[in-house]
């Protein structure tokens, strides 16, 4: 995806601790996946945290905004760039399909994976593997919350974080045409911890 799509859409990558240490705990809401697939392991970090403890100079979230920063760290990937999404169901098991489409809530959500996308509120950067297999990105977002609303990713059915084969094109396709990054080869589901 390009920078200006990712800022566009509320993404921006952060230094996990310039917000821990601006943080007071009791502003912050947390949720936490451990991820997993067929030689794969690894974890997801989220906290929420409003723009007022996030810092009065970063314009990327002006007052009153919440965000999301997800921190994820894996190994066991296969090198190079793979899609990763927050899928709508809080199931892996007994396939990773089980954990839906990504996130998208109504009242005029798409969940295809391909199909509006890179619109969904569940769209997030890709993941870069290195030689080894090991990936880890921090990266913010104002498309979901962990606190009860209509975005929250923890609804009815909750929430999971998957991680493609393929790397996210960023673009739409046809369903099933496998643009957002194609099969899924480690899931996790998010759970608060807060």
Same mark, same amino acid.
């Given at each position: 995806?390009?920078?200006?799509?990712?800022?566009?859409?509320?993404?921006?990558?952060?230094?996990?601790?310039?917000?821990?240490?601006?943080?007071?705990?009791?502003?912050?809401?947390?949720?936490?996946?451990?991820?997993?697939?067929?030689?794969?392991?690894?974890? $997801?970090?989220?906290?929420?945290?409003?723009?007022?403890?996030?810092? $009065?100079?970063?314009?990327?979230?002006?007052?009153?905004?919440?965000?999301?920063?997800?921190?994820?760290?894996?190994?066991?990937?296969?090198?190079?760039?793979?899609?990763?999404?927050?899928?709508?169901?809080?199931?892996?098991?007994?396939?990773?399909?089980?954990?839906? %489409?990504?996130?998208?809530?109504?009242?005029? %959500?798409?969940?295809?994976?391909?199909?509006?996308?890179?619109?969904?509120?569940?769209?997030?950067?890709?993941?870069?593997?290195?030689?080894?297999?090991?990936?880890?990105?921090?990266?913010?977002?104002?498309?979901?919350?962990?606190?009860?609303?209509?975005?929250?990713?923890?609804?009815?059915?909750?929430?999971?974080?998957?991680?493609?084969?393929?790397?996210?094109?960023?673009?739409?396709? $046809?369903?099933?045409?496998?643009?957002?990054?194609?099969?899924?080869?480690?899931?996790?589901?998010?759970?608060?911890?807060?």
């Amino acid at each position: 995806m390009r920078a200006t799509s990712l800022y566009a859409a509320g993404l921006v990558f952060a230094a996990a601790a310039a917000v821990a240490a601006a943080a007071p705990q009791s502003a912050i809401i947390r949720a936490h996946a451990d991820i997993t697939g067929e030689g794969i392991t690894g974890t $997801a970090d989220f906290r929420e945290v409003a723009s007022e403890v996030m810092g $009065a100079t970063d314009p990327a979230y002006p007052t009153g905004t919440v965000a999301v920063e997800i921190m994820i760290r894996v190994k066991g990937l296969t090198p190079g760039v793979h899609g990763v999404h927050i899928h709508e169901t809080g199931a892996c098991a007994p396939t990773f399909g089980a954990a839906g %489409g990504h996130f998208d809530p109504g009242p005029h %959500g798409m969940s295809d994976p391909d199909a509006n996308h890179p619109f969904h509120m569940g769209d997030l950067p890709n993941l870069v593997a290195n030689a080894q297999g090991e990936a880890a990105f921090t990266v913010r977002t104002t498309r979901i919350t962990l606190s009860p609303g209509p975005t929250s990713i923890f609804d009815a059915d909750g929430s999971a974080i998957i991680i493609h084969g393929n790397p996210d094109q960023g673009i739409t396709g $046809a369903p099933r045409s496998g643009v957002s990054g194609g099969p899924r080869v480690a899931c996790g589901v998010i759970t608060r911890t807060d």
